[in-house]
């Protein structure tokens, strides 16, 4: 997968409502059997999900967001 972002939902993180703490939530999965790094809303909605943790933090900074990791 590389550094490719894949957002579900054009308007992913533009209209979804994270919260007052704007925590979204960081987890290490196995898609295709690639490893990706997914972004989930706090309701559990995947919002994105890319090939590197790196990129997924980036994401998440870019929209003035707060990671959680998830194990």
Same mark, same amino acid.
């Given at each position: ?5 894949? *957002? ?9 409502? *994270?919260? +007052?703490?704007?925590? *979204?939530?960081? &987890?290490?999965?196995? &898609? =295709? =059997?690639?490893? *990706?790094?997914?972004?989930? +809303? ?9 090939? +590197? ?9 870019? =929209? ?8």
């Amino acid at each position: 997968m590389g550094d490719r972002i894949i *957002v579900p939902t054009h308007d992913a993180f533009c209209c979804k409502e *994270v919260g +007052s703490d704007k925590r *979204v939530y960081i &987890k290490k999965e196995t &898609k =295709n =059997n690639e490893l *990706v790094w997914a972004i989930y +809303s706090p309701d559990g909605e995947c919002m994105a999900q890319t090939g +590197s943790r790196e990129m997924a933090m980036a994401l998440v900074r870019q =929209n003035d967001l707060t990671a959680a990791q998830v194990h």
